[in-house]
């Protein structure tokens, strides 16, 4: 009996997760489908002019180009020599940890941004045309445009017999870090989602300003990259979805054909004197 309601509980865990997925998966789906309906702009010269015949001057688009710098803004990567729009360093930790329960040593990482800094870049397109993007880094798929420039692994200090016997009593013992930089490159091409605004520099002057809500290499891996989490989402509700159905069918069927046979069972022949 309790293994049937277990299995009930279980069933009904399932099913909500699935639910849950199929909402995300609903979610991701309605905003592709708003996607396709948004302007698109690989030529960025007919993005100013989209906007100047505008009555608010901003819209919400998708654009791409290539990355360039503003002026002499830059952030340098000394150990890589390359320099980009945005710098991204991090740091994973790993340590050895003993679990107790299964009485082995496994290993636990940890990582740290130590640090994300972002500077305004220009989106250029093939004839020059650009538009101004002045934040990038809270975008979501940030880290998609970013470049690997350089990585190094550092094993653990030295440690005495003392310092490695405390490990051992504490059930924890540093097993080293990795450090990995990232870069948004000049000269990589990126494209985004987001609100474009007209803004005036001076009377004979204006410049578009761009600020992406998600980015990609390409407008092509921007919407390949939803139409995948819509199709993981879809295989995961049906997967929750059957699983969890299958899962309470099979546990009240006992249930329920021990209710038949209590009440389908004949009454016992009356004792006659």
């Not at 150990?79 to 107790?100: F, L, P, Q, R």
């Not at 030295?158 to 013992?173: H, P, Q």
């Not at 990232?182 to 803004?199: C, E, H, K, R, W």
């Not at 879809?234 to 099979?250: D, E, K, N, P, V």
């Given at each position: ?8 509980v279980?069933g009904?865990t ?27 702009f690989r030529?960025l010269?007919?993005?100013?002019n ?24 830059s ?22 940890v003993y ?25 250029v ?8 993007v002045?934040?990038v ?10 470049k ?7 094993l653990p ?7 490695f ?11 080293g870090?990795h450090i990995?930089?990232?870069i948004l490159?000049?000269?990589s ?5 987001g ?6 520099q ?8 761009f ?7 390409s ?5 390949s ?5 819509a ?9 929750f ?7 309470i069918?099979?546990s ?6 021990r ?7 004949p009454?016992?022949?009356a004792?006659?004197?």
């Amino acid at each position: 009996m309790e293994q049937n309601i277990l299995g009930v509980v279980i069933g009904a865990t399932s099913m909500l997760g699935g639910y849950l997925f199929r909402k995300l998966m609903e979610g991701t789906s309605k905003k592709l489908s708003d996607m396709e309906h948004v302007p698109r702009f690989r030529n960025l010269g007919e993005l100013k002019n989209h906007l100047t015949a505008s009555p608010s001057q901003q819209d919400y688009v998708i654009v791409e180009g290539i990355v360039q710098k503003v002026g002499n803004g830059s952030l340098l990567s000394e150990k890589a020599s390359v320099e980009g729009a945005a710098h991204v360093i991090t740091t994973t930790t790993s340590t050895k940890v003993y679990d107790n329960e299964r009485k082995k040593w496994g290993e636990n990482s940890h990582t740290v941004v130590n640090l994300n800094l972002a500077l305004p870049f220009k989106l250029v397109d093939s004839n020059g045309n650009y538009v101004r993007v002045n934040s990038v880094n809270d975008a979501a798929g940030f880290q998609s445009v970013l470049k690997l420039v350089f990585q190094e692994k550092t094993l653990p200090e030295k440690r005495s017999i003392g310092d490695f016997a405390t490990g051992m009593a504490l059930s924890e013992i540093p097993n080293g870090s990795h450090i990995q930089e990232f870069i948004l490159l000049f000269g990589s091409p990126l494209a985004g989602v987001g609100t474009a605004v007209l803004s005036k520099q001076s009377m004979f002057n204006t410049d578009v300003i761009f600020t992406p809500k998600e980015v990609a290499p390409s407008i092509n891996e921007l919407f390949s990259r939803n139409e995948m989490m819509a199709s993981t989402f879809r295989f995961l509700s049906l997967l929750f979805l059957i699983g969890g159905g299958t899962l309470i069918i099979f546990s009240l069927a006992p249930l329920v054909y021990r209710l038949y046979l209590k009440h389908s069972k004949p009454p016992s022949d009356a004792v006659t004197a």
